[in-house]
């Protein structure tokens, strides 16, 4: 190498500057290393996946121009990221050490406010178990191996709950909300499923002058479904609709409300809406155009949520709109990702007007067509009892209907008003 050549390199060293030599990275759990876990690298000069780690655990990268960025890797339900300097000429040696054990962080609720003093055992399938109270913030934590496990809590002011719960390594979180009904195991385990994807619930109800004691029924029994509702499946959302004849002044209610948490605001505004319904006016009323609009995206569905609607009135249809209206449900039923359907239909005695049994049928056969439960209205729903036995079908409807018999035993007049004083409304 001549005196130039040699100038040059030296000029270029100090001009450019050196690349690093890389990144080896060591993943490990409980002291044993872990393999085939992803690494992704995202620095200000390059991006990517940096590689699997060996049977060892390691994985390392070429080398990289000197620059900041961080490290990911993810393994089972644990995320861990690190930031990381590169430097010239030099190895950069990350460890990720993911956790061996679990984090179960229990938040308990009663009457929709946080509970504490609750007591919580958690057991094994072995029957050793841990136990716990919960604080002033309604929550408590327990560390313990990966497996499944049951929970119980218990509080002197609610029924004891049993949940079933499977750990991973890592955190989870869970919420449990108390009720002061007792339940069974059965109607227990569907609330914890409704609890864990979530209940989405649209009522459609005609507002036609026949069904003006429906309306008067719905008034009356609103705060209450949706106080019991809120109680056995926290984080419930409703929307209500009301329909009438294509000639009337409006098809589809232009104020009916979209779907909501049925806190107190969400059922105060229900209520308002209800409030502001007239049952007016007759003619076919257009039970397609309200299911089409009950049925829309813009009415806010979840995307894996337990999705109901449920119809309610006395209008007999066309033969060709019954398919209709079957063929349209389903269609859209289906871009949602499967919705069910319910009806309650109103006999001549209820609606006070000669409807004929064949209403009454077309109701019954929608609901069978669809899937779904027929019930018929309460013959009198604006008195007490008739707006209980509507409370209970509604309630009934959107838990599942499988569980309206216990429903209806625990669903009295006592027990809305212990929930009522729960709930604080």
């Known amino acids: 190498m001549n005196v130039a050549t040699l100038i040059l390199a030296l000029l270029a060293r100090l001009v450019l500057p050196l690349p690093s030599d890389g990144i080896e990275v060591h993943l490990s759990v409980g002291g044993f290393p872990l ?35 961080h490290l990911t890797a ?35 609720r009663g009457s929709g406010d946080l509970l504490p003093q609750a007591y919580l055992r958690l057991a094994l399938a072995d029957a050793q178990f841990l136990e716990g109270t919960t604080s002033t913030n309604g929550v408590v934590q327990f560390i313990t191996p990966p497996g499944e496990y049951v929970l119980t809590i218990h509080h002197p002011d609610y029924e004891e709950q049993r949940v079933e719960i499977t750990l991973g390594f890592g955190t989870k979180i869970i919420e449990v909300w108390m009720s002061s009904l007792p339940l069974s195991s059965s109607l227990a385990s569907r609330l914890q499923t409704l609890q864990g994807r979530g209940l989405e619930v649209i009522i459609l109800f005609d507002a036609t002058r026949s069904m003006d004691d429906l309306l008067e029924g719905t008034r009356a029994a609103i705060l209450d479904i949706a106080a019991v509702l809120e109680s056995l499946v926290p984080g419930t959302k409703m929307g209500i ?47 397609l155009k309200a299911l089409e609009w009950s049925l829309d995206s813009r009415r806010g569905w979840g995307e894996d949520t337990m999705k109901v609607v449920i119809l309610m009135g006395d209008a007999k249809q066309k033969e060709k709109s019954v398919r209709q209206i079957v063929q349209t449900f389903i269609q859209y039923a289906e871009l949602l990702g499967g919705v069910s359907f319910h009806a309650m239909g109103a006999n001549s005695l209820a609606s006070g007007e000669d409807i004929g049994e064949e209403s009454e049928g077309q109701f019954r056969a929608l609901a069978t067509a669809l899937e779904g439960t027929y019930l018929p209205l309460p ?16 309630v009934g409807f959107a838990i599942g209907p499988e569980h309206q018999e216990e429903l209806n035993r625990l669903l009295t007049a006592e027990s809305l008003e212990r929930i009522r004083r729960d709930r604080g409304w």
């Open 379 to 394: 013959l009198d729903p604006s008195r007490t009892e008739g707006t209980l036995l509507l409370l209970r079908s509604l």
């Open 74 to 108: 993810v393994w089972g339900e644990q995320r861990l990221e690190k930031e990381v300097v590169l430097l010239a000429g030099k190895v950069t040696s990350v460890e990720f050490v993911f956790d061996s054990e679990s984090l179960l962080e229990v938040v308990v």
């Open 241 to 287: 609709g009301a329909y009438r004849a294509p000639q009337s002044a409006y098809t589809v209610h232009p104020k009916s409300r979209d779907l909501r948490l049925l806190d107190k605001a969400g059922a105060t505004d229900i209520l308002r809406f209800l409030r502001s319904v007239r049952a007016d006016e007759g003619g076919n009323e257009s039970v």
């Open 35 to 69: 393999e085939g876990i992803e690494v992704f690298w995202e620095g200000t000069d390059s991006e990517g996946l940096l590689g699997k780690s060996n049977a060892e655990g390691w994985l390392g990268s070429g080398p990289l121009s000197p620059q900041r960025g």
